[in-house]
Every structure is written in structure tokens, then in C-alpha cells.
């Protein structure tokens, strides 16, 4: 069975700081795209960043980047230089590619990180 | 504002009335998805069209939940016979073809009472 693991419910940083947010998968599949949305308190989902399983180099938008490690079925998100605007539920998910062209997201249980000024 | 908008934004209904909402995806995206976010959970799929087919339906999806997109564009998700179960955040999705990422509404919050 596809499953997403999201390990830390909350998560404190300092503004400026690094953080580092936790993601590992399970799938059979070869072929799977690994996604992390943001969801601030308004409740839509912002697309973040992509990475997909061929994928050698580690993606990067930004101040984000992912730390993809295949062997070890992970896919952690870093975010540099944190701001106060950066508060919010991130979700890392993950696509198969089912019939007929279905592309469903498997999502986490998120991780609620918060930036103390 | 050319993203995907859902309406209502928020709906508090009793329990057993039905609800319907609406989802308007990016206008040239094929493909449309709806997806349910209970407290503290991440979303979890439940329906997927391609056009105006719906070719996918979890099994999350009773029997009292009913998806339509007519003329593949807008759509429609009606619960019927509403639970307080069903108290969640509706989310609605479209993306443009294959491997393309999914655009997110700002979803619609069902409280039923």
C-alpha cells in the first residue's frame, strides 16, 4: 500500500534559521512524483516543490529545497533563512499513476511549523 | 484572479439535508479532482474526472455522495442525507494533462450540526 509519513506533528525555529521538515514513502511503484504543499491557516493548498522518482538532482524553488534520498524512501523538505510568513501546516504528499491517466495525491498528516521571532 | 475557486466558502447545514458545492477549475485544465480534509488529517482523494468523465472514485465516496462535470468544466460534489461524519474540508483540484502539478481551491468547510 502507498503511504506518506509525516513524524513531527509541530516543529518551533527560530526566524532566520533552517529547518528541516521530515518525509518518508512506501510504494512498489518505480515510477512516483513526491510533492510538499503549504497550507496556511486559510485553509488552500500552495504547491511548493517536485520531485520526481528519475529525478537525480535534488529540487530546488527558492529558499526551498528537497533532500531526496531514494534508497532510504525519504524526501525531506529544507526551507533556508525561515520567516515569520513561513507559519503554517506543510503536507508532503506523494502521486501515482493510476487508470485511466489518474494522477491522486496520497497526502501525509502534516507538520505544523511555527516561527518565533 | 485566474485560480481555481470553490463555493461556498463555508457551509453549516443540519444533519440529513443535502449540500451541494461547486468547484470552477483553471479554465484550459482537463482534469479536475476532489479531495476531503478532516481535522488534523491530511487531504484524502475521493473523486477524479478527465473532462467531463468520471473515471475514478474512492471508495470514501458513499453511496450518499454524487460528482458531476457536465460540460467539463465546472463541478459539482452534493452530499445527500448529511452525517456529522461529513463535517470536513471539501478541497477541489485541476491540473492540465499528465504529470503536470495540481492546482488547489481554497476548499469548502461543511459543518453539520
Known amino acids: 500500500a502507498q503511504k506518506i509519513t509525516q513524524t513531527q506533528p509541530g516543529m518551533f525555529v527560530q526566524e532566520k534559521e533552517a529547518v528541516t521538515l521530515d518525509c518518508t514513502y512506501d510504494t512498489s511503484d518505480q515510477s512516483y512524483g513526491l510533492f510538499w504543499y503549504k497550507q496556511p491557516s486559510s485553509g488552500e493548498m500552495i504547491f511548493l516543490i517536485y520531485q520526481g522518482s528519475y529525478d537525480e538532482q535534488n529540487a530546488t524553488e527558492g529558499r526551498y529545497s528537497l533532500n531526496f534520498q531514494k534508497a532510504r524512501k525519504s524526501a525531506n523538505l529544507v526551507i533556508s533563512a525561515s520567516q515569520l510568513g513561513d507559519s503554517a501546516m506543510y503536507f508532503c504528499a506523494m502521486r501515482l499513476w493510476g487508470e485511466f491517466g489518474n494522477e491522486k495525491l496520497t497526502f501525509g498528516t502534516g507538520t505544523r511549523l511555527t516561527i518565533i521571532p | 484572479d485566474t485560480g481555481v475557486s470553490q463555493n461556498p466558502r463555508h457551509k453549516i447545514t443540519k444533519r440529513g439535508q443535502n449540500v451541494t458545492f461547486r468547484c470552477d477549475p483553471i479554465?484550459?485544465?482537463?482534469?479536475l479532482y476532489w479531495y476531503r480534509q478532516t481535522l488534523g488529517q491530511g487531504p484524502e482523494f475521493l473523486t477524479y474526472?478527465?473532462?467531463?468523465?468520471?473515471?475514478?472514485k474512492s471508495r470514501l465516496l458513499s453511496d450518499r455522495f454524487s460528482a458531476e462535470r457536465p460540460k467539463g468544466s465546472f463541478s459539482t460534489l452534493e452530499i445527500q442525507r448529511t452525517e456529522q461524519g461529513d463535517s470536513a474540508m471539501y478541497l477541489c483540484a485541476s491540473s492540465l494533462g499528465m504529470g503536470n502539478e495540481q492546482f488547489f481551491g481554497p476548499g469548502t468547510r461543511l459543518t453539520v450540526l
Open positions: 479554465s484550459e485544465h482537463n482534469r
Open positions: 474526472f478527465q473532462n467531463e468523465a468520471q473515471l475514478e
